[in-house]
């Protein structure tokens, strides 16, 4: 079953583009060498510039602790650990739509695409 992150990360002023490069480059990192994770997207709140949502979705929750054990994710913690104004607020959810077959499927052809 898909494990799904919704954070909304608070970024303190001046350093949201430096924020977001950190965290743009992780999440690339992360998408080319993880098959476990299926979709990781980042957005802007268009009333507050210092607010970044993030979607996640996890094959499971062993994908989610994998990508949390990484090295490149504990140096990324560190870096931008500073740059919050305050702690994130994280959502977790279950799967409606798309089904947990399609994400399986999606799963596999990443693992495949992957070499894993």
Do not use: C
């Amino acid at each position: 079953m898909t494990h799904i992150m919704m954070p909304t990360l608070f970024i303190k002023p001046g350093h949201v583009e430096e924020f977001i490069e950190l965290i743009r480059a992780e999440v690339e990192h992360s998408l080319r060498v993880e098959p476990g994770i299926l979709r990781f997207d980042l957005t802007r709140d268009k009333q507050d510039e210092t607010v970044i949502h993030v979607y996640a979705v996890y094959a499971d929750e062993a994908a989610y602790a994998f990508h949390q054990a990484q090295s490149y994710y504990k140096e990324l913690m560190e870096k931008m650990l500073p740059l919050f104004e305050r702690m994130p607020d994280i959502r977790m959810a279950t799967n409606l739509l798309p089904r947990d077959a399609d994400w399986a499927e999606l799963h596999a052809a990443r693992k495949r695409a992957l070499g894993k």
